[in-house]
């Protein structure tokens, strides 16, 4: 065959596996909200679609397919439906960048695990989670209504004010690391825990997870949905399965959160103390490893993000903007004016 | 009055410490007090077809027509529940006791027709409590959803009433 019939049919596999993978842990996310969420309330959650509730997904998708699909009277109908499929695939896109594991060797050549190793990786997801705000906005405008609307303004004020502190929190990763593609970010934490960025970079991480919290849209800092003040905020006037694209899409983005943590600042696939390529293993073995690894620091972070949402009550609105502006700005410059210093010197 | 002995009451005029300012602390104590319940707390959760919670002696559930000590049936017409009843959902029409039936009746009227309306009852009891016979009583059966078809809710005497010797056969 020829080389390049074979590249195509890799990358090919690579993304329908990826996004295979995305869809499918996203949709598991949304039982694991829902029993760790009762466990945390101590309740049971939903157990009786299959063993756990294992098959309860499956059940809201049916759901969701077999709702009635509503647009409002007065809403914008073009706009309406752009909201929904804007959002779920600018929550897929950054999934490019993100490596889940080692190299494997296919058919003879190496295969990276990732869809495209771009020497710009995370300048790249940061700039297109970033357009993620219009998903939101186009949506809540749509539907117009005022309780969407609401939530759509507060969310790209949030979305906004917090892409500034990650984007200083992550500059000081960079200046470490000498890249921006996540995989040599990860091969620059890889010699030993203490490299991992969480240690080297202590108030960066703080910085850092709480902006990525807020990008997220996750509590403390949900006030896009607000629940109790906004129903639910930009997506009150969503139902059936234009509802589940959102809901999906959130959970998306939660995962590409966690993924993003660990990555930048837990190692990304390394084992703490263990080196995978000299205990000798063949390179198909350590590459399925370091998946395995990277999946369960991953689900871990999504699992913490889960937790806290249990755990911490709401922002108010003034009290979020103050957080963002006055005091995780100025500690990001703060810290990433000491990396700067600390960098230069050694 | 605090919710609870554990409640403290914080002097809102002090200010915070800088450690208090800062949140992480709390946060992390928040944490561990939710991980504690996540991983030790039982659930409290009664898993309701399989598991049932037991009923107060004098639960009130779906109406029950009793017999006396020789099986007849008690209730005499008497409209004592009837009139009673605050939902006005009995209806009962009295006729004579003539013939066979006399060994069914220990007097001369008995009810010919004994409906409840149970969507109207409100499940007060207050028939029970007016029987003069002991006739009429509210059990412990409370599974009455149903879905389609409301003339089942239409309850008959003779869905109500105890056969002989037998506990009342309920509906499902
Ligand atoms: S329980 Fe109350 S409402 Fe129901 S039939 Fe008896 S008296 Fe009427
Ligand atoms: S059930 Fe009791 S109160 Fe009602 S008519 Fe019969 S005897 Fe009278």
Redesign the interface.
Same mark, same amino acid.
């Given at each position: 065959m020829e080389e390049w019939i074979i590249d195509i049919l890799i990358s090919l596999a690579k993304t329908l596996a990826f996004f295979g993978v995305i869809l499918l842990w996203a949709a598991y996310i949304t039982l694991g909200e829902r029993r =760790?969420a009762? =466990? =945390?309330?101590?309740? @049971?959650g939903p157990n009786r679609a299959g063993i756990f509730g294992l098959l309860q997904p499956l059940a809201d998708g049916i759901k969701f397919m077999m709702k009635e699909e509503i647009i409002p009277k007065n809403a914008n109908r073009a706009f309406y439906l752009l909201g929904p499929t804007l959002f779920i695939t600018i929550a897929l896109i950054p999934w490019a960048a993100i490596p889940f594991g080692d190299t494997v060797v296919i058919a003879g050549r190496e295969v990276k695990l990732q869809i495209v190793d771009l020497n710009v990786g995370i300048l790249f997801m940061i700039a297109v989670s970033s357009i993620g705000v219009y998903g939101i906005m186009i949506g809540g405008w749509a539907s117009n209504n005022k309780y969407s609307l609401l939530g759509a303004i507060r969310s790209s004020a949030q979305l906004i004010s917090y892409e500034i502190t990650m984007g200083i929190a992550l500059a000081a990763v960079f200046l470490l690391s000498g890249s921006l593609s996540t995989r040599d970010i990860i091969i620059a934490q890889m010699q030993s825990p203490w490299h991992w960025n969480v240690f080297v970079q202590p108030l960066g991480f #703080?910085v850092f997870f709480v902006s990525i919290l807020a990008e997220t849209n996750r509590v403390p800092f949900d006030l896009a949905e607000a629940e109790s003040e906004l129903i639910v905020g930009y997506h009150t006037e969503y139902g059936a399965f234009k509802f589940a694209m959102y809901m999906l899409s959130e959970y998306i983005n939660l995962i590409t959160a966690s993924a993003l943590i660990t990555l930048l600042y837990f190692g990304g696939w390394g084992i703490p103390f263990v080196d995978l390529g000299r205990l000798g293993l063949s390179v198909n073995l350590a590459g399925l490893i370091s998946v395995i690894v990277f999946l369960v620091k991953t689900g871990f972070f999504v699992f913490v993000f889960i +937790? #806290?949402r +249990?755990? @911490?009550p709401r922002f108010r609105y003034d009290q979020l903007m103050n957080l963002g502006w006055k005091i995780l700005l100025p500690l990001a410059l703060v810290n990433l004016f000491g990396t700067a210093v600390v960098a230069l010197l050694v | 009055m605090a919710i609870n002995v554990r409640a403290k009451y914080l002097n809102k005029t002090e200010e915070m410490s800088f450690i208090d300012r800062l949140y992480l602390p709390a946060i992390v104590k928040g944490m561990f007090i939710t991980m504690k319940h996540f991983l030790f707390t039982k659930a409290y959760t009664v898993e309701y077809p399989e598991e049932r919670k037991p009923i107060a002696p004098r639960f009130r559930g779906r109406h029950v027509m009793k017999r006396d000590e020789m099986g007849r049936e008690r209730c005499t017409a008497c409209y004592c529940c009837q009139y009673s009843c605050p939902a006005e959902c009995i209806n009962i029409e009295a006729a004579e006791v003539t013939g066979d039936i006399r060994n069914n009746h220990p007097e001369d009227k008995y009810a010919r027709v004994f409906e409840i309306e149970l969507l109207r009852c409100i499940f007060c009891g207050f028939c029970q409590e007016a029987c003069p016979k002991a006739a009429i009583y509210l059990e412990e059966f409370y599974e009455l959803a149903d879905y389609d078809d409301r003339s089942k809710y239409l309850l008959t005497k003779k869905e109500m009433m105890e056969t002989e010797g037998k506990p009342v056969k309920y509906r499902v």
């Open positions: =760790f009762s =466990f =945390f309330q101590n309740r @049971l #703080i +937790w #806290i +249990w755990t @911490l | -």
